[in-house]
């Protein structure tokens, strides 16, 4: 007999009630009312706020650790000086420490009353800009983590080859070390995009959850759970699911094309 | 057209390039031939500007381009791994240097269109460079090497990525294309049949320093250095020591020419298999025992121990028990009948040590003093005495944990410089017979950077700045040459001139002066005012050798080498 078989019941017994048996509860309920309730749950101006907040905030925090990582990447990987190990620890810090404490310590230093929020009329904390601050930090990481292996096993002598050639420092990375990285580059930002979509701790903390200026999808569920509108909340929970069901196949067939 | 000047390279305190210089002839192929590490790759980055060098100078094409980074040096160079670029076409790859310049589209075509041809890829303009075998991989990276009309193409190991059946192949194809566009190389390789086979000239680095430059044919049959001798051939090296004027190697003497060798110095000579025969051509060694016949394809290989080369060692094996000869082989088209055959020598190219071996009786500053002499010399030290030092590395050895067996060791011929502690005289006046002896000064300077030559005239001068000359190469020291006497008259002016150029052609820095007074009071002055790293001194006559030394040394805090008598008078 195939060992296969043996195995494939003890696997779906750990699988369904774990895995699958609450997404298909959240499908449930949300369908519970009907298409219609579903739908007229979903489209409440609040709701439509918090799933076109998180898109937006889950864009800009691609777009700039797109830049930051790749380039946080490059040098920690081109460059062997003192410290370099430190300071790889420290980007990577991040996937470390709990959210909610990452979320913690940027109002303790944007905050009103914290080290450099305190110290401008301005601060940042509870306004969409704070929100963007907290994704950045907590994804940073993954864009880094995505990128550097790549870029580690690339051939280096190919940039040397380039630079032989007459290319500058500029059009050897251009030309030569961007293409040869492009497939970390595209699933860090995958990555990225899907932690932002999720981020929970450190967003409730920076945040204030304030409906229609800083509320993200989950923190909308969250307050819709709260407050017993489970339908409401369970509509944006399933957009929330299938949206990061889609990026995590291209993800995956992505990562199998290469 | 392309020179360097003196490179020098260090790399975490360890000596990667030591002053290398060297001329490239318009349209030659030079080959770099060396070990892995021996620093031949890091010299071709050099000139490539892919490694920084500390000192030392490289012109191309008559630009000094040592500050210029790679895009400006006009250089092309093809990588071992190809280095090609993976997501572009053949056609791209080999034009990528063209587009980067901003030639136009129509120019660039053209052009690419005749590297492909001439390198003999046409048709397979828009193949990825993963769906080509290693010997196309090849030829596309030596075209985009060559489409910026470089001034020097530089290979490294280019020959060696590829599968041995079609290296030989494409051996005769790059060499052909380097005939064809005439263009000067310089080749890297640790493989001595590809070197022959390409090469016009040979260069032999070792442990970073160019030790020898040469066409095959010159390396192969007189080689002066070990390592050109043992990267390019098989046979073996025996040490031996020059005895009144000749190379000594058991019963065995050759005449050597007094300007090269130093009296009572190693020397090497050097035993090719196809110079070994049965007529009786050349050096006869005698009956020669046969050890072993093995069949090797076509030919036997036959080891035989020679009894008139006893007392001599076979350089890299074993030391020989006493009733042991040394071995040799040779190659012969039939199985031999007999248990003895006469042999002769056909050649015998004599080599110069190249690195310097010495031997240190234990103490603590003698063991310290070697370490860092061996060290920046890359020579090699055996350690003799009580109690021997822990944790030897690669180039260290324990002798004997007796100092009995110091003068045996040293008759051997594989020590050049004998490291003895200033307090044990018995034992420097019992070795000086034989060898220079480094009387080594507790708490005295032990990083060797200016060396003080005190001299007198005739033919000992000649030798004592032989020797002198060679440690100052090897440890990169300078020299001050001093002459003690009234006046400068035509005599000491001549001594000094050739002195001076002596040093000249070792490439060893050097300076002299006259300076007057009794001999030693004026060498104590000198000490004093300029204070010398080493002072090398010979022997004194009469009863005890060591007479004058050390009324010199005494109280002066120096390391002094004092040369054996025989070296002196010459």
Redesign the interface.
């Known amino acids: 007999m195939n060992k296969a078989l043996l195995h494939i019941p003890i696997l779906l017994l750990i699988i369904v009630p774990l895995l699958v048996m609450p997404l298909f509860a959240m499908v449930y309920f949300a369908l519970e009312g009907g298409i219609t309730a579903f739908w007229n749950a979903l489209t409440t101006p609040a709701a439509l706020f918090a799933l076109q907040f998180s898109l937006v905030i889950a864009t800009i925090t691609s777009i700039i650790n797109l830049f930051f990582g790749t380039y946080i990447a490059y040098v920690l990987s081109r460059y062997n000086f003192k410290g370099n190990r430190f300071l790889l620890v420290l980007v990577n810090l991040p996937v470390a420490i709990p959210t909610v404490v990452v979320g913690t310590s940027l109002l303790l230093l944007w905050g009103p009353i914290g080290l450099l929020g305190g110290l401008f009329d301005y601060h940042p904390m509870f306004k969409p800009a704070g929100v963007l601050l907290a994704h950045l930090f907590v994804t940073l990481p993954y864009m880094i983590g995505a990128v550097k292996p790549v870029l580690d096993e690339s051939?280096k002598?190919?940039e040397?080859?380039?630079?032989?050639?007459?290319?500058?420092s500029w059009?050897t990375f251009r030309?030569?070390t961007l293409?040869?990285i492009s497939g970390g580059l595209i699933s860090g930002t995958l990555l990225t995009f899907a932690h932002s979509l999720g981020e929970f701790g450190a967003t409730v903390m920076v945040s204030g959850n304030l409906r229609f200026l800083t509320q993200t999808s989950p923190l909308y569920i969250f307050a819709q759970f709260e407050a017993g509108n489970i339908a409401g909340a369970n509509a944006v929970a399933s957009v929330l699911a299938i949206l990061s069901f889609i990026l995590f196949l291209a993800l995956v067939s992505w990562s199998e094309k290469k | 057209m392309i020179s360097l000047n003196s490179i020098s390279k260090t790399f975490n305190r360890d000596v990667v390039l030591s002053r290398v210089s060297l001329n490239l002839r318009e349209g030659e192929l030079f080959v770099l031939l060396g070990k892995s590490g021996s620093g031949k790759s890091t010299l071709l980055r050099a000139i490539?500007?892919?490694e920084t060098i500390d000192s030392g100078s490289i012109l191309i094409d008559n630009k000094e381009v040592s500050n210029l980074?790679?895009?400006k040096?006009n250089?092309?160079?093809v990588?071992q791994?190809y280095?090609?670029?993976?997501?572009q076409t053949v056609f791209q790859n080999v034009t990528?240097?063209l587009k980067?310049?901003k030639i136009s589209s129509s120019i660039r075509h053209i052009k690419g269109k005749e590297l492909i041809s001439a390198v003999g890829l046409t048709g397979l303009e828009d193949r990825f460079p993963h769906q080509l075998s290693g010997g196309q991989r090849q030829r596309v990276a030596l075209a985009?090497?060559m489409?910026?009309d470089p001034k020097v193409l530089l290979l490294d190991e280019p020959l060696g990525a590829l599968d041995p059946q079609i290296r030989s192949e494409v051996r005769a194809e790059l060499k052909a294309f380097q005939r064809k566009l005439g263009i000067t190389t310089i080749m890297v390789t640790h493989d001595r049949e590809e070197a022959c086979e390409l090469a016009d000239r040979i260069g032999i680095i070792d442990s970073g320093h160019l030790m020898e430059v040469g066409t095959p044919e010159e390396l192969y049959n007189s080689p002066k250095s070990v390592a050109a001798a043992s990267l390019l051939g098989g046979g073996v090296i025996l040490a031996g020591r020059v005895k009144e004027g000749l190379a000594t190697f058991g019963e065995l003497s050759l005449p050597v020419s007094k300007d090269d060798y130093v009296e009572g110095g190693p020397i090497r000579l050097l035993i090719r298999p196809e110079s070994v025969n049965l007529e009786k051509r050349g050096v006869t060694l005698g009956r020669c025992i046969i050890e072993e016949e093995t069949y090797i394809g076509g030919k036997y290989k036959v080891t035989v121990s020679v009894p008139s080369l006893q007392g001599s060692r076979v350089v890299g094996q074993r030391a020989l028990k006493v009733d042991e000869f040394p071995s040799i082989s040779y190659f012969s088209l039939s199985k031999s009948q007999e248990s003895s055959v006469e042999l002769s020598l056909a050649s015998t190219p004599i080599l110069s040590p190249t690195t310097l071996s010495l031997i240190c009786v234990c103490s603590e500053e003698t063991i310290s003093l070697g370490r860092s002499i061996t060290l920046q010399t890359k020579g090699k030290i055996g350690f003799i005495g009580s109690p021997l030092p822990q944790d030897l590395n690669a180039r260290e050895a324990r002798i004997s944990p007796s100092k009995e067996d110091l003068l045996e060791e040293v008759q051997h011929g594989m020590f050049e410089l004998a490291l003895i502690p200033r307090s044990e005289l018995a034992l420097v006046r019992e070795v000086l017979s034989e060898l220079p002896v480094l009387m080594v000064e507790k708490g005295a300077s032990s990083s060797i950077k200016n060396i003080l030559l005190p001299t007198a005239g005739g033919t000992s001068a000649k030798q004592s700045v032989l020797f002198a000359g060679r440690i100052a190469r090897l440890l990169g020291a300078k020299i001050t040459i001093i002459h003690i006497s009234r006046e400068m008259s035509s005599y000491v002016e001549t001594l000094l001139e050739s002195a001076t150029s002596t040093l000249r052609a070792m490439k060893v820095q050097s300076t002299q002066k006259v300076i007057s007074g009794s001999t030693i009071q004026a060498i104590q002055k000198e000490i004093i005012e300029s204070k010398p790293d080493l002072l090398i001194l010979g022997s004194s006559e009469g009863t005890d050798p060591l007479k004058i030394p050390l009324a010199i040394t005494n109280d002066l805090l120096i390391n002094t080498i004092v040369l054996p008598r025989d070296l002196e008078i010459g």
């Open positions: 051939d002598t190919i040397e080859a380039s630079a032989t050639l007459g290319a500058s059009q030309l030569i293409p040869g | 490539a500007g892919l980074p790679p895009q040096r250089i092309g160079m990588f791994s280095a090609l670029f993976p997501n990528y240097g980067i310049r985009r090497a489409a910026l």
